[in-house]
Nanobody
Framework: QVQLVESGGGLVQAGGSLRLSCAASGRTFSSYAMGWFRQAPGKERDFVAAINWDGGNTGYADSVKGRFTISRNNAKNTVYLQTNSLKPEDTAVYYC?????????????????WGQGTQVTVSS
């Protein structure tokens, strides 16, 4: 089992950047595929980005491609989401998620473990 704790959210002006982090407990972090999702008020939880166990494969939602970058440091048990050129429509609670497996997973129902979320607010 793994526990996930997100950090790095906040209030930023449009065009700004934030680096979100997700720290995982446990000694087998490299066995987990990781993902980032987000949920705006009144909307469903949407896929943002995913990364496989060694960082060799990543995937992004079309809405963030070219602006966001997912990465991981297995020695630090941490996955990151660098968010650049932020837009007001990026405002949401951002969640990281984990599941055992060697693939890259894009659907929320494929993940078994979730963090508590970190709020990102982008002002216009």
């Amino acid at each position: 089992q793994v526990q996930l704790v997100e950090s790095g959210g906040g209030l930023v002006q449009a065009g700004g950047s934030l680096r979100l982090s997700c720290a995982a407990s446990g000694r087998t972090f490299s066995s987990y595929a990781m993902g980032w999702f987000r949920q705006a008020p009144g909307k469903e939880r949407d896929f943002v980005a995913a990364i496989n166990w060694d960082g060799g494969n990543t995937g992004y939602a079309d809405s963030v491609k070219g602006r966001f970058t997912i990465s991981r440091n297995n020695a630090k048990n941490t996955v990151y989401l660098q968010t650049n050129s932020l837009k007001p429509e990026d405002t949401a609670v951002y969640y990281c998620a984990a599941r055992l497996g060697s693939g890259t997973y894009y659907e929320a129902n494929k993940y078994d473990y979730w963090g508590q979320g970190t709020q990102v607010t982008v002002s216009s």
